[in-house]
């Protein structure tokens, strides 16, 4: 059974950071795309970050030089680096594995504000 536990998320001021975690069990991300995903209120879900098994990560330009995907494969952990944080970077934040498959986690708050 797979299952990708987020943590992470909270309330930042704009201009600060945060760093997402995804940790699977069940599964290795060497082996998978794997993607952060975001959904804000009233707005359809949207890939913020993704990153191939051989490590190739591509940005939407509304993240790029900010946020940045990366893993960790002694813990099977995945992350999201969010720097120079904005408050239209509030959302729900979702990581994503496959394909092979898809998993989702179960999203965690992040909330940009003074």
Same mark, same amino acid.
């Given at each position: 059974?797979?299952?990708?536990?987020?943590?992470?998320?909270?309330?930042?001021?704009?201009?600060?950071?945060?760093?997402?975690?995804?940790?699977?069990? %069940?599964?290795?991300?060497?082996?998978?795309? &794997?993607?952060?995903?975001?959904?804000?209120?009233?707005?359809?879900?949207?890939?913020?970050?993704?990153?191939?098994?051989?490590?190739?990560? #591509?940005?939407?330009?509304?993240?790029? %030089?900010?946020?940045?995907?990366?893993? #960790?494969?002694?813990?099977?952990?995945?992350?999201?680096? &969010?720097?120079?944080?904005?408050?239209?970077?509030?959302?729900?934040?979702?990581?994503?594995?496959?394909?092979? %498959?898809?998993?989702?986690?179960?999203?965690?708050?992040?909330?940009?504000?003074?």
């Amino acid at each position: 059974q797979v299952e990708l536990v987020e943590s992470g998320g909270g309330l930042v001021q704009p201009g600060g950071s945060l760093r997402l975690s995804c940790a699977a069990s %069940g599964i290795m991300f060497r082996f998978h795309i &794997m993607d952060w995903y975001r959904q804000a209120p009233g707005k359809q879900r949207e890939l913020v970050a993704t990153r191939s098994a051989g490590g190739i990560a #591509d940005y939407p330009d509304s993240v790029k %030089g900010r946020f940045t995907i990366f893993r #960790d494969n002694v813990k099977n952990t995945m992350y999201l680096q &969010m720097n120079s944080l904005k408050p239209e970077d509030t959302a729900v934040y979702y990581c994503h594995v496959g394909p092979p %498959g898809d998993y989702w986690g179960q999203g965690t708050q992040v909330t940009v504000s003074s």
